[in-house]
């Protein structure tokens, strides 16, 4: 069972550079996610997806666009990287809509910006 | 102030050892998790409750929601139980997560 997929695990970008970090889901889940998660701090809320065709900012949306591709794509582009930017990204999904149902989290992406 | 606070921040215990985990929180909560990641990273949930107790295997939470404080017991612990373990609230819609306790169980 894949579960979460993110790629790519590892990513290093020099200052204004733009990519896409991608996710995808195999369980016919609604709801899907993205996390940054800083030394010290929780993991923190970036966009979500309640369901296909919907997305909605979260605690730290700046610097970030999302695109639910499609019930099992969600993904996170950086338009124009800043080392602020610079964490570990998290995927997650889950049945319903976010906190009334476990989440199942990918094995993150290590992005770092210079 | 982080409206959820997680203690200890670091724990070492030996192996058999009884460990507790505390997560406070300052908001009304329809749900609290427990997660645990590795040291690889990869981040799985534990428990998902709104009242009492849950168990599975080794693992214990408990919640007590007039207190806004849950707690994660791992009885008989192990070097596999090293990891870092997230209390997150579900505020009605929104996830929010402490900071995570660091737990090294030694052999």
């Known amino acids: 069972n894949a579960g979460v997929t993110q790629t790519p695990k590892f990513q290093v970008l020099k200052t204004g550079q733009s990519m896409t970090l991608q996710c995808a889901q195999d369980?016919?889940?609604?709801?899907m996610y993205w996390y940054r998660q800083d030394p010290g701090m929780g993991l923190r809320l970036i966009y979500y997806s309640a369901s296909e065709g919907t997305t909605d900012k979260g605690e730290v949306p700046n610097g970030y666009n999302v695109s639910r591709l499609n019930k099992r794509e969600f993904s996170l582009r950086l338009e124009s990287a800043a080392p602020s930017q610079t964490s570990v990204y998290f995927c997650?999904?889950?049945?319903?809509?976010?906190?009334?149902?476990?989440?199942?989290f990918g094995d993150g992406t290590r992005l770092s910006i210079l | 102030k982080n409206e959820v606070e997680q203690s200890p921040q670091n724990l070492t215990a030996q192996e058999g050892e009884f460990i507790t985990i505390n997560c406070s929180y300052s908001?009304?909560?329809?749900?609290l998790h427990w997660l645990q990641q590795h040291p690889g990273g990869g981040i799985v949930s534990l428990f998902m409750?709104?009242?009492g107790k849950k168990k599975h295997g080794r693992l214990i939470a408990t919640i007590n929601i007039q207190e806004k404080h849950s707690s994660l017991h791992i009885t008989a612990s192990h070097p596999r139980d090293s990891a870092v373990y997230i209390c997150a609230v579900d505020s009605w819609g929104k996830l929010q997560f402490g900071a995570g306790t660091q737990v090294v169980v030694t052999p």
């Open positions: 409750l709104s009242s």
């Open positions: 997650a999904s889950s049945e319903g809509r976010q906190g009334h149902q476990p989440q199942h």
């Open positions: 908001v009304g909560i329809s749900a």
């Open positions: 369980m016919n889940h609604n709801s």
